[in-house]
C-alpha cells in the first residue's frame, strides 16, 4: 500500500509534521520488551536491542492520528524518535535523532518524494537534513531519555499531559 499525498510536494510532510497534536491516554513507560505492532511502523514484533528502551504515544491531530515512537540507548548515545501518520496503514514520515556514528541531531524524511511506502518499508526515507557530513549537525548536546522525549514532543508538536516531562538540555 502507498499513501499517495496531496500534493507531490515536501510541504505535505512538514504541514502533518508541524501540525499541532495532542495526546490520547498515556504514553507507555519506557520498555525493554519486545516491541509490539500497536506502537511501531513494524509489521510484526521485533525484540529491542540490547540495551536499547522503548516509549511510544498516540496522539490525534487536525489530520488524524500520529504515533510518536521512540527508541533510546544511554550508553552508546543513540536516540531516535519517529513520527508516524496513522490511517488503514502506518507510514513513518520522519525520523530524528542522534546517534555515536555520526553525533548531532539530523532528520531523515520523505522530503523530495510523492510516494510513501507504508510500514516497515517507510523507515529507510531518502532524504537526511543536515547532510552527513554537514558541520552544522555537530551538537554537545548530552541527552538523557527524559530530554530527548521532551524535544521529541516538541519537535512533532506533541501537546498534553504526557509530551511536556522535562528539562531541554540546551
Not at 66 to 95: D, H, P, S
Not at 157 to 170: M, R, S
Given at each position: 500500500?502507498?499513501?499517495?499525498?496531496?500534493?507531490?510536494?515536501?510541504?505535505?510532510?512538514?504541514?502533518?509534521?508541524?501540525?499541532?497534536?495532542?495526546?490520547?491516554?498515556?504514553?507507555?513507560?519506557?520498555?525493554?520488551?519486545?516491541?509490539?505492532?500497536?506502537?511501531?511502523?513494524?509489521?510484526?514484533?521485533?525484540p529491542?536491542?540490547?540495551?536499547?528502551?522503548?516509549?511510544?504515544?498516540?496522539?490525534?491531530?487536525?489530520?488524524?492520528?500520529?504515533?510518536?515512537?521512540?527508541?533510546?540507548?544511554?550508553?552508546?548515545?543513540?536516540?531516535?524518535?519517529?513520527?508516524?501518520?496513522?490511517?488503514?496503514?502506518?507510514?513513518?514520515?520522519?525520523?530524528?535523532?542522534?546517534?555515536?556514528?555520526?553525533?548531532?541531531?539530523?532528520?531523515?524524511?520523505?522530503?523530495?518524494?510523492?510516494?510513501?511506502?507504508?510500514?516497515?518499508?517507510?523507515?529507510?526515507?531518502?532524504?537526511?537534513?543536515?547532510?552527513?557530513?554537514?558541520?552544522?549537525?555537530?551538537?554537545?548536546?548530552?541527552?538523557?531519555?527524559?530530554?530527548?522525549?521532551?524535544?521529541?514532543?516538541?519537535v512533532?508538536?506533541?501537546?498534553?499531559e504526557?509530551?511536556?516531562?522535562?528539562?531541554?538540555?540546551?
Amino acid at each position: 500500500m502507498i499513501l499517495s499525498l496531496d500534493i507531490n510536494s515536501p510541504e505535505t510532510i512538514r504541514i502533518l509534521c508541524s501540525e499541532k497534536k495532542f495526546t490520547i491516554g498515556s504514553a507507555t513507560p519506557w520498555s525493554s520488551a519486545t516491541i509490539g505492532t500497536k506502537y511501531s511502523p513494524y509489521p510484526h514484533t521485533r525484540p529491542c536491542g540490547k540495551n536499547w528502551e522503548w516509549k511510544a504515544l498516540i496522539a490525534n491531530g487536525q489530520s488524524g492520528q500520529f504515533i510518536l515512537f521512540c527508541e533510546v540507548n544511554t550508553q552508546n548515545n543513540g536516540f531516535k524518535a519517529q513520527l508516524i501518520y496513522q490511517r488503514e496503514t502506518r507510514w513513518m514520515l520522519t525520523r530524528w535523532e542522534s546517534h555515536a556514528s555520526h553525533p548531532g541531531i539530523h532528520t531523515h524524511s520523505w522530503c523530495r518524494e510523492s510516494k510513501i511506502p507504508a510500514l516497515s518499508a517507510s523507515i529507510e526515507a531518502p532524504c537526511q537534513i543536515p547532510l552527513h557530513d554537514a558541520y552544522k549537525r555537530r551538537s554537545r548536546v548530552k541527552w538523557t531519555r527524559k530530554s530527548f522525549w521532551t524535544a521529541a514532543c516538541q519537535v512533532f508538536n506533541i501537546h498534553g499531559e504526557e509530551a511536556a516531562q522535562g528539562e531541554l538540555p540546551w
